[in-house]
């Protein structure tokens, strides 16, 4: 068990406060490893050392380390690569990385941040330099982290009482992050998947950003599904401490799926009508036409005139703007509950 002078020799914080926490050094020359492997041993941490590109994406896979100290340039995948499929991964996206370089040319350095670095340090590697940074990203990852934890308990805990949410990159459009619910629905709903994000989800978004910058709250996005309907609301950002706008980040969305089938139902007791004739009439409250009802229903524009033609014989109206008005004052459950 290392002693707690170790750390506090090399300037670093107590070792409770690095104990345990992992370290993965990436480097295809074992004796770059040595001495940086040695002095973090030494102040604490669980070093483990990959030797190649492949080897440090799968041991960063299955370990999780706190950081990631990655060589730049390596035979067969480079250090570049290993950080972007790295930063590609959701498990692994959050983890830092530091590069090790010998290139200080500025073209090189920019391309270690733009691969997903969060720092880099050149050779000869210095110990004392390296775990220095180290301490900055890691305070700043834990950081992340305890935020994440609290944002996925609120998000189960809208999941458990039938809402679902998604999270949704601001820059790229890309959903990054769903409740198992929220996957099911956008299935059923929209076809999509995980990271796609809907398109008529995406166009909502986009087009009111301005006002949720503003903490006004925008309609709400409503995609039907027979009688059924999905409904999308914008709750907040998430990742911004700052609360900049034009700095972009997650916006969390919460969804929520309502049943129509309570009002088709109390549709059908009003009228004395049949389960199909009460889908029909449903439809026409909604400003459907014949051929759209069709479409919805899975029957010809004919059957769906024959249908509303029993429907005006028990109403005792005559058009359907008759017809869906009469059905609006009888069942209040039509009148319009829902943002969209």
Known sequence: MPTRTGGTALGLAPLEQVDKLIVLIVDDVPDNVAPLHDALDDAGYTVLVALDGESAIRRATQALPDVVLLDAVMPGIDGFEVARRLKAQAAT???PIIFMTGLTETEHLVAA???GGADYVTKPIKPREV???MGVHLRTARHVRQGAVERSQARNALDAFGYATITVRESDGRLMWQTPLARDLLRNYCGTESPTTPPAVLQW?????GEAGEQREPPRLTLENGPRRLTFRLHQRVG????DVDAGGDWLIVMQETSDASVLSSVAGAFGLTAREAEVLYWVVKGKINRD???ILGASPATVKKHLERIYAKLGVETRTAA????????????PQHGG
Do not use: K, T, W
């Open 93 to 95: 996206a959050h983890i």
């Open 113 to 115: 941040l733009d691969a």
């Open 131 to 133: 775990m220095a940074r």
């Open 205 to 209: 978004l986009r087009r009111h950003l």
């Open 240 to 243: 911004d401490e700052d609360g």
């Open 293 to 295: 009802i069709g479409d």
């Open 324 to 335: 869906a008005a009469m059905a609006i004052n009888r069942v209040p459950l039509l009148q």
